[in-house]
Structure formats: structure tokens, C-alpha cells
């Protein structure tokens, strides 16, 4: 257990591992909006449900030979789609494990798979440097191509605030803003030096912000009114994977090749804890809204840790 200051206050937080899981390399993972599930996504092809109360495997899918480098959840289907370098996107229910569907969706590997909160469509991001927008109502048909990146698109996710609105990392070193119902971007975003592998949007006093994480070993904060980097979080030493802000705390979680996951202040930007579990890489994160816990996906398996205020104040410990 580690204990940290909560930004310069009489308060501090403290982070329990709650769960650790040895497996081949995790290159993606995903939490189940209302179940106790870890969802992850391995090289050697395969998909696993953790979960996480009862410390044991759920379900498993062998889904191809290739890696799966995204999976996810479409909790309201009960399904998960995955995304994988065959550059097949397939989707199970998770309930009878049937494949429902698989159909080849891009010219080369896919990097991610995401499912819009509302709308019954994925978007899927590829090293063909497109993303693109399925329905699955109208039998998985591609409804928009986006185009405009030059290099590997890695991730996307979505605006909460206007889920109309998403955003994209590629390794063509910058950021860019798109709306679904146009195929080119609204906004770039430059200033990194090297390729992006992440991006999440949050919100503070009011104002919504976008990170990006990069190959160049840093993270940047993006004003979205603006389009301008209002902070650079240095202190990685090696390629950034993911990120994300906290679902409960003022606090932003990156990742990295070198190993770690590091803890910054969201307001003043603050390095405020540095962790390593002995897992290897760390290559993904995820959280979901009302709780406390964040998991992780690493070379050797994958961690959930609880991260929570300790001076009697009330948090969330679901």
C-alpha cells in the first residue's frame, strides 16, 4: 500500500492493489459498466473475462492466431467486440460465447475497436491510417471513413461532453478532432515530437481538456476551446501507452514502456506518486464511472488497483 499527499492538503490518498492476474502479454482491457469484469485483450490472440471479486476467470475466447490489441464491452448487447493485426473485427456474445459476427475491416492490423455510448455503432482505428465507423444495425455496414492521418491511427475515444465530437491519436505525431458525420477533422493538435499512442478527454472547473501520450516520453494537456497545450508531464522514461483522469479524483493515470504508472495532480500537474508492480510494459488502462478501481494490462498479466481518500471524506468504494 503507498500512501500520497492529495495536492499540498491535510488529505491523503491511498492506493490497495486489489487484484493481480499472471497471463500472457495484455494489450488491451476494458470494465464492464455494471458486472465485476475485467475484459482484456492478449498477444497470443486470445480474449479472457476476469472477475475481479472472486479473484477467477469467467470466460475464455481463443479469436484468432494474431494479437488482439483492443476488445471491448457492448454491455447493453451483451457482447464484446475485438479488434486484431488479421485486421478482423469479431464479436461475441458473452453470455454463450457464439460468434455473432467477423468480417475483415481494414487493410492492415487494427489498433483499436471503439463503442459509441449511445449510437449502435464502433469505430476501429488501423495502421491503414483510417478510421472507421460501423452500425450494427445495418449488419456491421461501414457508414463513414475518416481520413487525414499519415501514419498508424492507435486510439480514439470520445467527447462526453458531445459524443457527436471524438478524438484520435496516430504515430504521425499529432492529435486530431473529428465529428462522426464528416470525414475529414474539425482540428489538429502539433507539439509532440515523436508518434502519439493515447488520448482522453476530462473535464475541469467546466472546461474540457484532452491528454495525448507519446513515444517522445511525455504527456500534454490540451485546452479543446483553445487547440493550444496548456502542460507537458515529463517524467517517463520511456515510450507513454495510455492515460486517463481518475473517474472520482482529480487525478490524471499514465502508463509506459518504462514499466510504471504514475499519479499526477489534475490541477497543478503535479508528479504525486510513481508505482511498479513487477508486471513488465504497462500498455493499457481502464476505468469506469462510480468507481474507485483502475486496471492495468501489462506484459505479464494484469493489476487492479483502488485508489481512495483516506480522511473519512466520502469516496466511492465500489
Known amino acids: 500500500m503507498d500512501l500520497i499527499w492529495y495536492f499540498g492538503q ?38 479472457c473475462i ?5 479473484q477467477t476467470m469467467e470466460k475464455s475466447f481463443k479469436v484468432t492466431e494474431s494479437p488482439v490489441r483492443s ?5 447493453r448487447k451483451h457482447w464484446i467486440v475485438t479488434g486484431s493485426d488479421d485486421k478482423f473485427i469479431r464479436v461475441y456474445n458473452y453470455e454463450t460465447a457464439e460468434l455473432v459476427k467477423e468480417f475483415e475491416a481494414h487493410s492492415d492490423y487494427i489498433r483499436g475497436v471503439f463503442v459509441h455510448p449511445t449510437l449502435p455503432c464502433v469505430l476501429s482505428s488501423s ?35 458531445d459524443t457527436r465530437i471524438f478524438a484520435s491519436a496516430s504515430l504521425d ?51 479543446c476551446e483553445t487547440k493550444s497545450c496548456v502542460q507537458t508531464l515529463e517524467g517517463h522514461a520511456h515510450n507513454v501507452t495510455s492515460c486517463c483522469v481518475h473517474p472520482q479524483l482529480p487525478v490524471i493515470i499514465t502508463t509506459s514502456e518504462d514499466k510504471s504508472i504514475r499519479l499526477w495532480d489534475a490541477t497543478t500537474y503535479r ?25 492495468f494490462g501489462c506484459d505479464n498479466g494484469t493489476t487492479m488497483l483502488k485508489v481512495v481518500l483516506v480522511d473519512g471524506r466520502p469516496s466511492s468504494n465500489s
Open 173 to 223: 505525431s499529432t492529435a486530431k478532432i473529428w465529428n462522426l458525420s464528416s470525414p475529414a477533422p474539425v482540428a489538429t493538435l502539433t507539439g509532440h515530437s515523436k508518434g502519439l499512442n493515447c488520448v482522453d478527454f476530462f473535464m475541469r472547473d467546466d472546461k474540457l481538456y484532452l491528454l495525448s501520450g507519446s513515444d517522445d516520453f511525455t504527456v500534454k494537456v490540451w485546452d
Open 10 to 47: 491535510a488529505l491523503t490518498l491511498k492506493i490497495e492493489q486489489e487484484f493481480t492476474q499472471s497471463s500472457e502479454r495484455v494489450k488491451s482491457l476494458d470494465l464492464h459498466p455494471t458486472q465485476p469484469w475485467i475484459l482484456t485483450g492478449l498477444y497470443s490472440g486470445a480474449v
Open 127 to 161: 495502421d491503414d491510417k483510417l478510421i472507421k465507423m460501423w452500425d450494427w444495425e445495418k449488419g456491421w455496414l461501414c457508414t463513414q471513413t475518416f481520413e487525414g492521418h499519415s501514419h498508424y491511427v492507435m486510439q480514439v475515444v470520445f467527447n462526453p461532453e
Open 271 to 295: 508528479l504525486e506518486n510513481t508505482v511498479d508492480y513487477g508486471l513488465g510494459r504497462v500498455w493499457a488502462v481502464g476505468c469506469k464511472q462510480g468507481s474507485s478501481q483502475v486496471a
Open 50 to 54: 476476469w472477475n475481479y471479486h472472486t
Open 71 to 75: 476488445a471491448k464491452f457492448i454491455a
